[in-house]
């Protein structure tokens, strides 16, 4: 029996939601807004408005999407 190697995408098994939680802890949500400059991040931001303006938006989603895989690359890795 083979075992398949481990995905290199760190978006692989990750929901949005982890992806907005992850980012809005690390960078906040001011700096997410410079970074991807859309509304939900900078007025009135929330994890809920985000996803709903993400999941609609394929332009923005991509964009924050590239973001987290940024932050993960620069994250040590476990051994």
């Known amino acids: 029996m083979t075992t398949s190697p481990s995905s290199k995408d760190p978006l692989h098994g990750v929901t949005l939601e982890k992806i907005l939680t992850e980012l ?22 929330s994890i809920k408005s985000s996803l ?23 994250q040590p890795q476990p051994e």
């Not at 709903?52 to 620069?74: C, D, I």
């Open 52 to 74: 709903t303006f993400l999941r609609k938006t394929p332009w923005a989603r991509a964009k924050v999407e590239e973001l987290y895989r940024r932050f993960r690359l620069r």
């Open 24 to 45: 809005s802890a690390h960078y906040g949500w001011e700096e997410m807004g410079r970074r991807v400059p859309v509304k939900c991040f900078t007025l009135n931001p």
